[in-house]
């Protein structure tokens, strides 16, 4: 019998399409014959964190008795809570049991490890998943390098003829989705994300692209890979509120790949870059570059004018006339990150999208359903949500205290 994904009375192994497994170690159990039928594998992790360190240092420990035969028909694999990452061996052994997995789904832990040893056998295990096409990687920490080893795999840089005669020719990725929850507690957050590497991951197959950021649910859980540092042990805290940005020059790499032709996606239908600061000129390049866009996202500094800057914005969107989906996430200009300062200076560029705004934008995007302005994500704040009703009506579903009309 194997236990479904939401924990509910086990099924029959031959009736059941996906499997969750909760592993006290890295041992995984024997699968039924009756369990062919499996599409869907979840691997949780429930190791303890004292007992953690000794299973990766365990020398006795060998991959390939650990997991033994898995049925070939699972296409889709899910790696929770694993928070100080795999032993070395495990996840190349793991990608050879499963040489189908189109698509990848890696949350909250530190996928390379703690050692070379354990990040060489990470890049191992993306280049033996030869036909995957969606990879969502949320909370993921590495060490330096790994990110961009990962776009190199992507690319195909890393193949040999070998591999392609043993592993097939590797089909390219589709969707894209790469997010961190943003740690208010965590003062040098942003300096453990790897912003420099993270454009290497654009490739000219992708139809969905995400670099988002979220608000934090802050927990005090010390096994949560988002306290830890690279090397486990748990980190200085602070306290802020919604979300912060990568600024800077980040962001020029990320447009950069984005919009040159060597790189640039060529049928991208949604694309959220929210973790990195978009000037209004870059995000209109964006958008000049991705014209079919149905859905956009994006963190984008204010210039100190809120009209001017509204009117830009526009400018930008009306490049892409399939839009249905539109949210900008207001950066304000200022040094002082402080919510209290926050919401002093920049209320006014929520508030601002006014219902002709969106009136005026949907007579350039016609299929437009959805606009929704907000400060970093800062609930206190307020939000401005504009949505279509059924009688093409618009409504302002506002959030908090901002007013717009």
Known sequence: MIANPSNAAPVDPSLAAAAQIPLQNFTLPTFPREAQSLKSLTLTSDIALNAYHTLLSDSSFTPETAIPPLPTGIESLTLELFSLGYPSGWLSQLSRRLPNIKDLVVYSQLLGGITAESQADAERFFENLRVLRGLHLLDVFAKPGFYRAVGDVLWGERDTKQQAEELGV???????????TFQPRQKEFLERLPGKELHRLVTPSLVTCTFSVSPADVTN???????????????????????????????????????????????LKVLNTTLYTLTVAQFGKLLKAHQGLLMVSASIKEDGNAEKWKRDIRDAVIHCPELEQIEVVVVPETEDTSAEHLKSVSTDLVSSWKKEDIIELQEKCPKLTGVKVGLLRMQ??????????????WNNNTEGRVKSK
């Not at 912060?244 to 447009?255: I, Q, Y």
């Not at 206190?380 to 009506?393: F, I, L, N, P, Q």
């Open 380 to 393: 206190s704040v307020g939000v401005t949500d504009w949505s279509k009703e059924e009688d093409r009506s």
């Open 170 to 180: 590797r089909k390219r990725l589709l969707f894209l989705e790469v997010n961190f």
């Open 221 to 267: 859980d010390p096994q949560d890979p988002t306290n830890l540092t690279e090397e486990g042990k748990e980190l200085a805290s602070g306290k802020e509120e919604g979300v912060r940005t990568l600024e800077g020059s980040l962001a020029e790499k990320l447009v950069e790949a984005l919009v040159k032709e060597e790189s640039r996606p060529r049928g």
